[in-house]
């Protein structure tokens, strides 16, 4: 759908490859500059076969060419300047200062492209005091307040982070479809532009969807936090032989998956004889369903409760999810076979269009594999 949409992507890690991997599998074509050696996130977890071939490239690059360029060099920057005037899109995530030194601010590349959408992925906005700071995923967790989410959870008072780069992958959405808009502005009325996506911006909107809350009035009616998603209770509920999410969402369901797991007459006692009460006191039924759910197997409950519409799903270990009927049936988790890496697992875009197909024929490639003639095409 992104056909020849040519992309220069001067990012690295996982915040601006996760972009430009999904403009990527959308077909733009996309030239990946790499650095002596390559983007280091080729090195963050073990290669099979060929070092800096680890699985977070395989995940992140696919679909791309690389170009491996020391831009300490006069002729390399002399290559990148070339690639610059054909590109549609230039991205980077490096920092206004060096990437300004190295002659590819924004002014420097619109000057080689008048109408070009120049993307740059910063930690901090340019407007605010934390400009200009350098920001990884644990930093953007930690000032967006999502490190004290999980406390307010279990009564565990240390800060944590959540196990998952969710601040890069997040950033990267927003990058994409930020520069999916400029696209579509630029075939309206023919002008590029500069576009800014920071990261602290990005997540605390992600984040402050819901966990605003009650701070969203003023002055404020509550506190901050969607209080359901850190109730206590409110956690996968133990079986015979695993564990099970459970979601009464409404608040008749409470008591209607309590009654399913055989203990009816719970749902008589005063306290529960409207829905504000059912919610006042859902803390109890969710103890209450997680001790008598633990006399039943994973199926047993997942189809009493499927018969009865109360969304329910087993708790599956991340290594499992690979097998999961559903994904393999719906093809999400599809095998190819790389070039030098051998047999790989890799995700489909998750979205589904009548009118396009991925194709998986383009793998992720070696450090500096485009070099000869690697340009756009």
């Given at each position: 759908m992104l056909e020849g949409l040519k992309v220069l992507d001067l990012t690295t890690?996982?915040?601006?490859?996760?972009?430009?991997?999904?403009?990527?599998?959308?077909?733009?074509?996309?030239?990946?500059?790499?650095?002596?050696?390559?983007?280091?996130?080729?090195?963050?977890a073990k290669a099979p076969n060929t070092p800096g071939m680890g699985p977070g490239h395989m995940a992140l690059n696919r679909g791309k060419k690389s170009l491996e360029l020391d831009l300490k060099q006069d002729e390399a920057r002399e290559r990148l300047r070339e690639l610059a005037a054909e590109a549609d899109v230039f991205i980077h995530n490096i920092r206004r200062e060096p990437i300004e030194r190295l002659g590819f601010g924004y002014e420097a590349v619109k000057a080689l492209r008048e109408d070009t959408i120049y993307v740059h992925c910063v930690g901090f906005g340019s407007n605010g005091p934390y400009a200009g700071l350098h920001a990884y995923d644990d930093v953007i967790q930690a000032a967006s307040g999502t490190t004290s989410l999980l406390p307010r959870v279990d009564g565990n008072p240390a800060p944590r982070f959540f196990p998952s780069?969710?601040?890069?992958k997040v950033s990267g959405l927003h990058a994409a479809y930020a520069t999916m808009a400029a696209v579509i502005h630029r075939m309206r009325t023919g002008e590029g532009q500069f576009v800014e996506v920071p990261m602290l911006e990005a997540f605390t909107s992600f984040m402050m969807k819901e966990h605003l809350g009650g701070l969203t009035f003023d002055p404020a009616v509550g506190d901050a936090c969607y209080a359901r998603q850190v109730d206590p209770h409110r956690q996968p509920f133990p079986t015979k032989d695993g564990h099970v999410a459970i979601v009464p969402y409404r608040p008749g369901h409470f008591l209607k998956v309590i009654a399913l797991l055989g203990n009816e007459e719970f749902?008589?006692?005063e306290r529960f004889a409207d829905p504000t009460g059912i919610l006042r006191h859902s803390g109890e039924c969710y103890d209450r369903i997680g001790e008598l759910s633990a006399g039943f197997t994973t199926e047993e409950i997942l189809r009493l409760l499927r018969d009865n519409a109360i969304p329910a799903m087993p708790a599956h270990d991340v290594a499992d999810v690979i097998h999961d009927e559903h994904l393999q049936a719906a093809g999400f988790f599809r095998q190819s076979e790389h070039p030098t890496e051998g047999t790989i697992n890799q995700m489909r875009e998750p979205s589904r269009f009548s009118g396009w197909e991925q194709s998986f024929d383009r793998p992720a490639p070696l450090v500096g594999e485009?070099?000869?003639?690697?340009?756009f095409g």
């Open positions: 890690v996982v915040f601006g490859p996760y972009c430009t991997q999904i403009l990527a599998d959308f077909g733009a074509d996309v030239i990946k500059v790499e650095a002596p050696g390559g983007d280091m996130f080729r090195y963050a780069l969710i601040a890069d749902g008589k006692d485009h070099n000869d003639g690697g340009g």
